[in-house]
């Protein structure tokens, strides 16, 4: 079942769906950030933060996935360029990430 976004994030690349059983519902969440670190690139962070908060605030599983290209980020440490706008999230939804591979 698809998931409505609140006006203020349609111009946002995200989707989500409710996956509904009869003994587990879940949460699956599609994001894509085009690259960029300029202040809009920043603002448009800070809406997928907060769009992205609002999507978790659930009482089932969620799983996110996606491309935030946050290039230059150490992912070991959680550090790099953007930390101020990714790492506040991370913290504060307790993700654990899951990195298949890493462009160079």
């Given at each position: 079942m698809p998931v409505l976004l609140a006006s203020k994030f349609h111009h946002?690349?995200?989707?989500?769906?409710?996956?509904?059983?009869?003994?587990?519902?879940v949460r699956i969440i599609v994001v894509y950030r085009p690259p960029g670190s300029d202040l809009?690139?920043?603002s448009a962070m800070l809406d997928l933060l907060?769009?992205?908060r609002s999507l978790t605030d659930?009482?089932?599983?969620?799983?996110?996935a996606g491309d935030t290209n946050l290039p230059n980020i150490d992912w070991d440490?959680?550090?790099g360029p953007n930390e101020k706008i990714?790492?506040?999230f991370i913290e504060f939804f307790f993700i654990y990430l899951f990195i298949f591979f890493k462009f160079f």
């Amino acid at each position: 079942m698809p998931v409505l976004l609140a006006s203020k994030f349609h111009h946002l690349e995200i989707i989500a769906v409710d996956l509904i059983g009869t003994d587990v519902n879940v949460r699956i969440i599609v994001v894509y950030r085009p690259p960029g670190s300029d202040l809009a690139a920043q603002s448009a962070m800070l809406d997928l933060l907060s769009c992205l908060r609002s999507l978790t605030d659930i009482n089932y599983p969620v799983v996110i996935a996606g491309d935030t290209n946050l290039p230059n980020i150490d992912w070991d440490s959680i550090s790099g360029p953007n930390e101020k706008i990714y790492e506040p999230f991370i913290e504060f939804f307790f993700i654990y990430l899951f990195i298949f591979f890493k462009f160079f």
